[in-house]
DNA sequence: TTTAGTTGAATAAAG
DNA sequence: TTCAACTAAA
């Protein structure tokens, strides 16, 4: 057979990383250097030369982009459609095994996803039922700990407190929390993995069939692994099987989320004769561009080294520009934009704004509509996440699971029918004492007549309303159910009512719904758990929560944060906000390690440039109300000087001789005097009296000084204007 | 139930 | 500074 159209197109190390004999295999996949490509042949060759069925193919992508993305070139490349193989997020495979396996995994047959809204919804609850007052205990943090601790496979029973009175709390919170979603038939994120892993683990049976089943696995961004997913692998992957595993270490920025970057380097020890191949060759930008990729992650250590290179041209210089304040920021990216679309022939699609942080989008904003330049931003609030969609999702979702706690808190008074925060508070501790949900309790209040007349009516007419919904409707399709749905519940009329262009705009997000309902298809798996209809598209609304805002197909400027842009390309990409402080971002500088991910989150943000690189910073900052001096940030500052170009407004284009000293004071060595001052120096002011040097920042005219002051406390002052006299 | 006023938080985010 | 979430009052 000829499958020389397998290899033909490949580089010779991602032929090698295509071809190589069914073996553990490590890919370290450089930016823009092909790694679906690898891992999408790769399959196609296992298949067409080494045998495999797609039966025993098992690949799991991080987002569901990335799995579509997988099967449709996989479909492409083969001819035809892929059936029987396992392609799908880590959740999302976790998902089918627990739908198929429902009751091994002690769970209820329709059981529903929480998402992070439902989650912190639930945490609270367990808060107000735990009598726990939420200053001291913000249900935020005790949420981030329950999703930590699942994400490192730990059950509440397993933690030890260590005699730690706040850790005991929190073990008891997530005791508490785990203990209503089991009752309510309810299952986040993180429980979907964990729950998935626990069902093999301790079902020899179904490990074994599944062993036996996936002889070939394959991971794509392996470095965003987190110690549960990785555990899950190692646990499928067995003796027989063979892990495939892509990544890039110098792209791992999740490790605030759990991912664990040593799950890399851990693959050596685990699994036997792990061949590594390392994907070098960048077919995205230019030879500048990555040369300055190169030199900013080269300061990071424990790094698995990689060196990206291209065949192609040096292209243009990275241009920095050195902004008075964000405003000014926000002008020249706005300027430049227009400019080079002009110059250039660019589309506003070619252009990508970067930054570290969502705050500073605003100014961003407001420079490209008073430039009158349309732009996106990624991110945000997702179809399935607005409001109006999860009030009809709850409903839905009541009709399969009446034990759904959050769906049923969420819509008993939405739209109102007069059952007020007393009744419910009754009903909830009606729930506790009989450990029950909130619709038994319902029911039996109603049943007890245990509340006045008017309100236990209330309560009996939604209690019925559900019921009604649910019989008969079976026999409809599936949108007409959901039409009937946000009909009869009320909610269209509810938001119908609704003033401005708000309720307008929700009444067509229903609509929405509908239609979207109209053309669901069931995904295979879906279909072979045998999934009710209904149940395939809640499980698709919590688990693709969609797409945000805006249709992507517009001629839009892309603005987005750095952790968003990972995975995508554009011609001209401005990374704005090049500054200490701010990026790195001050919570992160302390720390060496998370430095380094700062770092690496720079060399993501560089290379996604194809063209021209343009680095932004100001020298002045209002965040928050507060005034900054920032330093140019250092990862600036790796760049070598010959990569760079100053651009200086009005100026022109001015090669700077070295950066360090043209305007930036060198942060290696931070200088312990300014102005004729020193930390610690007593200086004296005409208005605050004497006082104590404590800190100072920036240089030139924005240099300032902190002064502890005998009389009036501690005050930033700028040098230039507050004429201190030393004492 | 609705509305106005108050408080507090502000790094990044897929499923 | 800004915005969302919460609280108190009408």
Not at 469 to 480: A, N
């Given at each position: 057979?000829?499958?020389?159209?397998?290899?033909?197109?490949?580089?010779?190390?991602?032929?090698?990383?295509?071809?190589?004999?069914?073996?553990?295999?490590?890919?370290?996949?450089?930016?823009?250097?092909?790694?679906t490509r690898v891992l999408v042949h790769r399959i196609a060759w296992l298949m067409r030369v080494e045998g495999a069925s797609p039966f025993g193919v098992l690949a799991v992508t991080f987002t569901n982009k990335a799995a579509a993305e997988m099967r449709v070139r996989l479909d492409s490349l083969l001819g035809i459609p892929i059936s029987g193989m396992w392609v799908g997020t880590f959740h999302g495979i976790a998902h089918r095994l627990l739908r198929t396996h429902w009751t091994d995994a002690n769970l209820p047959k329709t059981f529903q996803i929480l998402d992070s809204e439902d989650q912190f919804r639930i945490v609270k609850r367990v808060h107000k039922a735990l009598e726990l007052d939420d200053t001291r205990w913000p249900p935020r943090q005790s949420q981030w700990y329950i999703n930590g601790k699942k994400d490192e496979g730990l059950r509440p029973q397993y933690l030890d407190d260590n005699g730690d009175f706040q850790e005991r709390k929190l073990i008891e919170i997530y005791q508490a929390y785990e203990a209503s979603c089991q009752k309510s038939g309810v299952v986040d994120f993180a429980e979907l993995l964990l729950r998935a892993h626990e069902l093999l683990r301790d079902s020899p049976t179904l490990l074994a069939h599944y062993q036996n089943r996936f002889r070939h696995i394959l991971v794509d961004e392996f470095q965003d692994t987190n110690t549960l997913q990785y555990a899950w692998l190692r646990l499928l992957v067995g003796k027989e099987g063979k892990l495939f595993a892509v990544g890039d270490d110098d792209q791992s920025i999740y490790g605030w989320r759990?991912?664990?970057?040593?799950?890399?380097?851990?693959?050596?020890?685990?699994?036997?004769?792990?061949?590594?191949?390392?994907?070098?060759?960048?077919?995205?930008?230019?030879?500048?561009?990555?040369?300055?990729?190169?030199?900013?992650?080269?300061?990071?250590?424990?790094?698995?080294?990689?060196?990206?290179?291209?065949?192609?041209?040096?292209?243009?210089?990275?241009?920095?520009?050195?902004?008075?304040?964000?405003?000014?920021?926000?002008?020249?990216?706005?300027?430049?934009?227009?400019?080079?679309?002009?110059?250039?022939?660019?589309?506003?699609?070619?252009?990508?704004?970067?930054?570290?942080?969502?705050?500073?989008?605003?100014?961003?904003?407001?420079?490209?509509?008073?430039?009158?330049?349309?732009?996106?931003?990624?991110?945000?609030?997702?179809?399935?996440?607005?409001?109006?969609?999860?009030?009809?999702?709850?409903?839905?979702?009541?009709?399969?699971?009446?034990?759904?706690?959050?769906?049923?808190?969420?819509?008993?008074?939405?739209?109102?029918?007069?059952?007020?925060?007393?009744?419910?508070?009754?009903?909830?501790?009606?729930?506790?004492?009989?450990?029950?949900?909130?619709?038994?309790?319902?029911?039996?209040?109603?049943?007890?007549?245990?509340?006045?007349a008017r309100a236990g009516n209330a309560v009996k007419v939604f209690l019925s309303l559900i019921d009604q919904?649910?019989?008969?409707?079976?026999?409809?399709?599936?949108?007409?159910r959901v039409e009937q749905t946000i009909q009869q519940s009320g909610l269209i009329d509810h938001y119908k009512k609704e003033k401005g262009e708000k309720g307008q705009t929700r009444v067509e997000n229903l609509g929405e719904l509908v239609t979207a309902a109209r053309y669901f298809k069931p995904s295979d798996d879906a279909e072979e758990t045998e999934m009710d209809l209904l149940d395939a598209f809640l499980a698709h609304a919590a688990l693709e929560a969609g797409e945000s805002q805006s249709e992507p197909g517009d001629d839009c400027v892309q603005l987005m944060t750095l952790h968003s842009a990972k995975g995508l390309e554009?011609?001209?990409?401005?990374?704005?906000?090049?500054?200490?402080?701010?990026?790195?971002?001050?919570?992160?500088?302390?720390?060496?390690?998370?430095?380094?991910?700062?770092?690496?989150?720079?060399?993501?943000?560089?290379?996604?440039?194809?063209?021209?690189?343009?680095?932004?910073?100001?020298?002045?900052?209002?965040?928050?109300?507060?005034?900054?001096?920032?330093?140019?940030?250092?990862?600036?500052?790796?760049?070598?000087?010959?990569?760079?170009?100053?651009?200086?407004?009005?100026?022109?284009?001015?090669?700077?001789?070295?950066?360090?000293?043209?305007?930036?004071?060198?942060?290696?060595?931070?200088?312990?005097?300014?102005?004729?001052?020193?930390?610690?120096?007593?200086?004296?002011?005409?208005?605050?009296?004497?006082?104590?040097?404590?800190?100072?920042?920036?240089?030139?005219?924005?240099?300032?000084?902190?002064?502890?002051?005998?009389t009036h406390g501690c005050k930033w002052l700028v040098l230039a204007y507050a004429k201190l006299e030393t004492l």
């Open positions: 057979m000829d499958v020389s159209y397998l290899l033909d197109s490949l580089n010779d190390a991602q032929r090698e990383a295509v071809s190589s004999p069914v073996e553990h295999r490590l890919v370290l996949a450089g930016a823009g250097s092909g790694k759990g991912a664990k970057i040593e799950n890399i380097q851990r693959l050596n020890e685990d699994f036997s004769n792990v061949g590594v191949i390392r994907l070098e060759q960048n077919y995205r930008s230019t030879s500048n561009i990555l040369s300055a990729a190169n030199a900013i992650i080269e300061k990071n250590e424990n790094r698995m080294g990689k060196k990206l290179w291209t065949a192609d041209g040096q292209g243009e210089p990275i241009l920095l520009y050195r902004a008075l304040n964000e405003l000014d920021e926000a002008q020249f990216v706005a300027e430049r934009i227009q400019k080079l679309s002009e110059s250039e022939g660019y589309s506003r699609n070619d252009f990508a704004l970067l930054y570290r942080s969502n705050a500073q989008s605003r100014v961003l904003e407001e420079a490209l509509i008073r430039a009158g330049l349309p732009y996106r931003i990624y991110g945000g609030l997702r179809f399935f996440e607005r409001a109006e969609i999860k009030d009809a999702m709850a409903y839905l979702r009541l009709l399969k699971n009446r034990d759904d706690d959050t769906s049923f808190e969420r819509v008993v008074n939405t739209p109102t029918r007069g059952i007020g925060q007393r009744t419910l508070d009754i009903i909830r501790t009606i729930a506790r004492e009989q450990v029950t949900s909130m619709w038994r309790a319902a029911q039996f209040v109603v049943a007890e007549n245990e509340l006045t919904m649910d019989e008969g409707t079976d026999s409809l399709l599936l949108h007409e554009f011609p001209v990409v401005f990374m704005c906000g090049l500054e200490e402080g701010l990026f790195p971002h001050k919570r992160s500088s302390m720390e060496p390690r998370q430095l380094e991910e700062e770092r690496r989150l720079c060399y993501v943000g560089v290379t996604r440039a194809r063209k021209q690189l343009i680095l932004c910073h100001t020298e002045h900052r209002r965040l928050y109300g507060e005034d900054h001096y920032p330093q140019l940030s250092r990862f600036v500052r790796e760049i070598p000087d010959e990569l760079l170009e100053e651009v200086r407004q009005n100026y022109g284009a001015v090669r700077p001789s070295s950066m360090n000293s043209a305007f930036n004071s060198p942060i290696k060595k931070p200088s312990s005097q300014i102005g004729g001052l020193n930390l610690g120096q007593s200086v004296s002011h005409a208005k605050f009296g004497s006082g104590v040097v404590i800190n100072f920042e920036g240089d030139g005219n924005h240099a300032r000084v902190q002064v502890n002051f005998d």
